[in-house]
């Protein structure tokens, strides 16, 4: 699929199959989004990788929190997350796990995925809990968290395109 094209089809996909998407797909993504830009070449964001189920769903319950919006799955149901953490002690951590993220949204629809962004990884990941499951895994230092990037094979009609709002580029001839 041509670059462009991408970034111009791409949108939040929030209904998924329950299908696991091979390795090698999430392998790609994640290729991709490790290959995104970073302040200084500091590469400062890493990703955790989550296709466990039960991992998965005790992510999407402290994600969730008490957050009345989120009675359900906040994940919509997509089998894996990829959660993207950086390093604090880099200045431009935030904006290197942002270009990550992104990436990692086109790589997962030029494959035929669907993706979404999902806030709140930097409130799961500074809670005990969160920090307590970092451990677990043997992830050490301080990471903020940046988005969790669900992706899964859509469940339904690919979403429509939203209008994109006017004026917002001011040209200086």
Known sequence: ????????TRRSVKKYKPDPVSKELIDKIIE???N?????NKQSPII???????????LSKLNAGKDPFFRTDPFYGAPAVLVVLADKSVPT???????LMENLQLAAHALGLGACWIHRAKETFEMPEGKALLKKLGIEGEYEGIGNCIIGYMDGEFPAEKPRKENRVYYVD
Do not use: C, F, W
């Open 36 to 40: 995104a830009p970073s302040g200084l």
């Open 48 to 58: 955790l990788a989550v296709t466990n189920k039960e991992v998965r769903d005790e």
């Open 93 to 99: 951590h935030v904006y290197d796990g942002s270009l």
């Open 1 to 8: 699929m041509d670059a462009i094209q991408n970034m111009l």
């Open 32 to 34: 991709a989004g490790l």
